[in-house]
């Protein structure tokens, strides 16, 4: 087989492609601003690309998409994030 048919799957996560997360979630990701680095880690992990870059190169989340899978806080190399339960303790 010619090399150039061959076919790379590439994943494009797009936000909200499985819709918004209404009462479902049970823990939410908080970034603690004052550790940031504004490494941009957490926005290139989030698999549902629900992590938005301020103009401050700060990272802001939309919990109205947001999951809860905890990708964001297993990446960032600062421990910024924290999983947080959604209903209080
Ligand atoms: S918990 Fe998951 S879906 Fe929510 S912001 Fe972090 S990586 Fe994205
Ligand atoms: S991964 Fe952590 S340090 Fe990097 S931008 Fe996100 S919250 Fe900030």
Known sequence: ???????????????GSSGPTW??????PVIY??????CGLCWVY??????????NGFPKIDYEYCK?????????PVDAIEMV????D
């Open 68 to 76: 809860g899978c905890g990708i964001c806080d297993n990446v960032c």
């Open 33 to 38: 601003i004052d550790k940031c680095t504004k």
């Open 1 to 15: 087989m010619n090399p150039e048919e061959i076919l790379y799957p590439i994943s494009k996560p797009s936000k």
């Open 46 to 55: 989030c698999p549902e690309a629900t992590i938005n870059i301020l103009e």
């Open 23 to 28: 009462m479902w979630r049970f823990t939410k």
């Open 85 to 88: 339960n959604e209903y209080g």
